[in-house]
């Protein structure tokens, strides 16, 4: 089993800065690639990044693109977002989630945190 908390979502203004972490706990969670989806009032969860386990190889969504930048400290279980530029439509739900392999694929993910809600004003 994996266990996966999410941090760090608020309210910030557009044009503004923030970083998502998520905390993972369990067997060999660092073999795990990893990824961040979002979901928005109305709308389907999406993809927005993933990393392989090693941290050599990433997606992202065409959305986040040159904006946002996923990371991760295997020494310390944790995997990082972080969201420079954010517009209001960067506004959800941000959940991290871990797969067997680098994915883009929601239901590729085997396990999902809870979620950390991000606001983003305009």
């Known amino acids: 089993q994996v266990q996966l908390v999410e941090s760090g979502g608020g309210l910030v203004q557009a044009g503004g800065s923030l970083s998502l972490s998520c905390a993972a706990s369990g067997r060999t969670v660092s073999t795990y690639a990893m990824g961040w989806f979002r979901q928005a009032p109305g709308k389907e969860r999406e993809f927005v990044a993933a990393?392989?386990?090693?941290?050599?190889?990433?997606y992202y969504a065409d959305s986040v693109k040159g904006r946002f930048t996923i990371s991760r400290d295997n020494a310390k279980n944790t995997v990082y977002l972080q969201m420079n530029s954010l517009k209001p439509a960067d506004t959800a739900v941000y959940y991290c989630?871990?797969?067997?392999?680098?994915?883009?694929?929601?239901?590729?993910?085997?396990?999902w945190g809870q979620g950390t809600q991000v606001t983003v004003s305009s």
């Open positions: 989630a871990a797969a067997k392999r680098l994915r883009k694929v929601e239901n590729e993910y085997d396990y």
């Open positions: 990393i392989s386990w090693s941290g050599g190889s990433t």
